[in-house]
């Protein structure tokens, strides 16, 4: 397709340089052009950088374990012995536990803020729930070491394993320390950051909706789940991927209370372990090539893991939005 | 300035003439020693162990008001990112808790001389609200405790060594480090030499395998579990336990005596064992009545042959100053000084530290 016929000969071009669309380009718009476009590359390259320093760095692991790596249970440093699945199973199952008390919280927020509340309610409610994504995750774990567990100890754990003991996820020695210490917190930490991404999202509703709905005879309710959330639903998930991204990375505190053993255990109660705190409670003392091999493929394993569960979330987001009765933003 | 020359003129002329007194004066930098000049300035960093920082960082801002011109960085990165560093000449000296390896020796540039600066315990703190007397702990139990044998506060092999404390019919709950520590080092070296099965199954090092309980991070994430979590079981630096008012263990040492963890049981350990030529030496399960058994050494790293001579003049007057005036400042930080008879040796290796032929304390 020859654009340059398009344009019309009674305008002389000022320069030569043409969009795809046939529109002549200023030299600013072309400056402006370049310098975005090869920002955009630098964190691309970037992003392969790290990946191949990762792989780098893994190599010895890599040939030594092969695939054994990630399927092993035994972290053994004294022996050379590394298998990862400990790591995996722990990074995947606080997020998500994360994410079963995040979400309703996050999003039912995000709905009072965005539906109901009353305009003078807005600004501060909003404003303090974005305040907690200020606050230094490791103020969240040291409260998590003082109040968190001793809470969980002496009052949450034993009324679980009265109540829901039949159940394997609440059995075992109760220590407060554990997997549901871990996703509480890490719920704690992702909650302002769902919830202020889907708020904006759901402002951007359009208001006809709503007032269709209400105009319909719709309770404040089913407005909500009529017309407002099928609307809003890819970019809901969006922020729960978001959400999700931060609890897979978040290190300093969840190591401070998961009690860090590389395990795997069906209760909750149990202590695990999570890639991110593995690399940052072993890397600074490590030793020998093998083990610091070893502890670069944890690292590339949990990017790969975080590039993996972002995927099915686009995939997610897509099909979300091409069904018919949702709409699209 | 002048009159300072002068006086250290006459220093080294009273040296010469009262050769070889006791005890040795520190070197000084006079004409003999001609590449530090008085006030050029330097600037050291080091890297390495965080179970001596508290002492070091004292020494640092100690030295630097008697020797403005000389500024030292110290990072506390672990005793691990120490030697990587120094190995890596990123850093003008390492500290370590465990003392090298021999397969990591060799990547270095050239001969790392370790230097004993300080003496460090590792204390059992524990949490029992019942109980207002010290807890007695034999070097079985202890195992037994971390291996998961012995469970229970009540357990019959922990009683017979408590016969008047009122110990609860409650679940043991063991703590450990989890991220990689000179502290986990030396307190499993202990529990490796007092029990074969202990080195055999589980093993030494800074990150082990272990048998059971949970992991917390840092001395202070130690610290916080057992303070926060009754019938909790920890082991921690003896600044740590004595800071936060927790309760420490009297350990039975090899000698069959209970000993509380004090900087004198400590100085006893020490004592107790032989200093060898390469001064490193394990102060574990030292011998001796009054040795605390858990008590180890911390290293500096200093590379033998110094490339900048200025740099390896300056550090090596650091390091004796360290070692000798530094030495008043262990018992507050709760470190123990280097025994006389181990300090004669040291400062015999730090007389042998050279830049290519030039030795770098030359006025000793």
């Known amino acids: ?329 | 300035m002048l009159a300072r020359r002068n006086l250290l003129v006459g220093l080294l002329l009273g040296l010469i003439a009262c050769k070889e007194s006791q005890p040795a004066p520190a070197p000084s930098a006079t004409e003999a020693a001609p590449v530090l000049k008085q006030d050029e300035a330097v600037s050291l960093t080091g890297a390495g162990a965080t179970f001596p920082y508290p002492l070091y960082s004292k020494w640092i801002s100690e030295y630097n008001k008697l020797n403005p011109n000389v500024k030292i960085n110290y990072q506390s990165i672990g005793s691990g990112g120490g030697i990587r560093q120094i190995t890596a000449n990123t850093v003008d000296f390492g500290a370590t808790d465990a003392p090298m390896k021999e397969d990591e020796a060799k990547q270095a540039s050239g001969k790392l001389f370790h230097i004993p600066a300080t003496i460090g315990a590792v204390v059992v703190a524990y949490n029992l609200p019942e109980v207002t007397g010290t807890l007695k702990l034999s070097s079985e139990v202890l195992v037994d405790i971390y291996a998961g044998k012995v469970k229970r506060w009540n357990d019959p092999k922990l009683k017979a060594d408590n016969a008047d404390a009122k110990l609860p019919a409650k679940d043991i709950s063991v703590v450990y480090r989890t991220d990689g520590s000179g502290t986990t080092a030396v307190f499993t070296e202990y529990l490796g030499k007092v029990s074969a099965e202990w080195k055999e199954k589980v093993g030494v090092g800074k990150v082990v395998r272990w048998p059971t309980g949970l992991g917390a991070k840092g001395n202070e994430g130690v610290t916080g579990q057992v303070k926060t979590t009754p019938y909790t079981i920890g082991y921690i630096e003896r600044a740590y336990a004595s800071q936060n008012k927790l309760p420490m263990a009297e350990l039975r040492n090899k000698a069959g005596k209970f000993v509380a963890p004090s900087i004198e049981a400590m100085s006893a350990a020490a004592n107790a064992v032989e200093m060898p030529a390469e001064l490193v030496v394990s102060l574990a399960n030292a011998d001796g009545e009054g040795a605390y058994p858990i008590t180890s050494y911390s290293y500096l790293l200093v590379y033998e042959d110094a490339k900048d001579a200025t740099k390896g003049e300056a550090l090596a007057k650091y390091v004796w100053w360290g070692l000798h005036d530094g030495q008043k400042f262990a018992k507050d930080l709760d470190y123990a000084p280097i025994p006389a008879t181990v300090l004669s040796k040291v400062e015999a290796r730090l007389r042998e530290l050279r830049s290519g032929d030039r030795k770098l304390l030359s006025g000793a």
């Open chain 1, 1 to 329: 397709m020859s654009v340059s016929q398009e344009v019309s000969p009674l305008i002389r071009p000022r320069s030569k340089i043409l969009t795809r669309f046939g529109h002549e380009l200023n030299w600013g718009d072309f400056v402006f052009r370049r310098v975005t476009a090869s920002l955009a590359m630098l964190m691309l390259a970037a992003l392969a950088a790290m990946a191949a320093a990762m792989v780098y760095g893994s190599a010895e692991s890599l040939s030594k374990f092969g695939l054994g790596f990630v399927t092993a249970q035994v972290w053994d440093p004294v022996r050379d012995v590394y298998g990862a699945l400990p790591f995996i199973y722990g990074t995947i199952a606080s997020s998500l536990l994360a994410l079963c008390f995040a979400v309703p919280i996050s999003i039912g927020v995000a709905i009072f803020l965005s539906e109901l509340a009353p305009a003078w309610l807005r600004g501060p409610v909003g404003f303090l729930v974005e305040l907690l994504a200020a606050v230094p995750s490791v103020v969240y774990g040291l409260w998590g070491i003082f109040v968190l567990a001793p809470w969980l100890r002496n009052s949450v754990e034993p009324l679980l394993a009265r109540t829901l003991g039949f159940l394997p996820f609440f059995q075992g020695q109760q220590r407060g320390f554990g997997m549901l210490a871990g996703g509480i917190i890490l719920a704690i930490m992702i909650t302002p950051t769902i919830s202020s991404v889907s708020r904006e999202v759901l402002r951007a509703v359009p208001s006809s909706l709503r007032e269709g709905a209400l105009g319909l005879g719709a309770t404040s309710w089913e407005a909500v789940r009529v017309a407002v959330l099928p609307y809003a639903r890819s970019g809901l998930v969006g922020a729960i991927i978001l959400g999700l991204g931060r609890a897979l990375g978040e290190t300093m505190a969840i190591t401070m209370v998961i009690g860090n053993r590389s395990e795997i255990s069906a209760s909750l109660f149990a202590p695990s372990y999570t890639m991110a705190s593995v690399i940052a409670n072993e890397f600074s003392e490590a030793t020998g090539s093998l083990y610091l091999s070893a502890l670069a493929e944890v690292g590339l394993l949990l990017f790969v893991v975080t590039v993996l569960l972002n995927v099915v979330a686009r995939l997610l987001v897509w099909r979300v939005g091409r069904l018919p009765e949702g709409g699209s933003l």
